[in-house]
């Protein structure tokens, strides 16, 4: 059965950092596509990122030029940096495959306050 652990998040002030992880487990990642996705509060879950099995890829309009998604096929592990992070990145992340699978983990909290 597939697992997905989401790990990194927390509070962190405007214009700081975090990198996410995403560790997969009970399935090859290798050839698949994976994606971030938050769910703010009040408001449904949206992609965020994605990247392919041959590591292209894409960026909702709103993060483009600071979050980098990336990829460890030997780890099986998905990667998410957050960089100039602003008050509205708050929201709860998760990782998936593309397209998702019925499991969800249970995801990581990112707060961005002063």
């Known amino acids: 059965q597939v697992q997905l652990v989401e790990s990194g998040g927390g509070l962190v002030q405007p214009g700081g950092s975090l990198r996410l992880s995403c560790v997969i487990s009970g399935s090859n990642i290798r050839f698949s596509a994976m994606g971030w996705y938050r769910q703010p509060p009040g408001k449904q879950r949206e992609l965020v990122a994605r990247?392919?099995?041959?590591?292209?890829?894409y960026y909702t309009e709103s993060v483009k030029g600071r979050f980098t998604i990336s990829r460890d096929n030997a780890k099986n592990t998905v990667y998410l940096q957050m960089n100039s992070l602003k008050p509205e990145d708050t929201a709860v992340y998760y990782c998936?495959?593309?397209?998702?699978?019925?499991?969800w983990g249970q995801g990581t909290q990112v707060t961005v306050s002063s």
């Open positions: 998936n495959y593309i397209p998702t699978r019925e499991t």
């Open positions: 990247i392919s099995s041959g590591l292209s890829t």
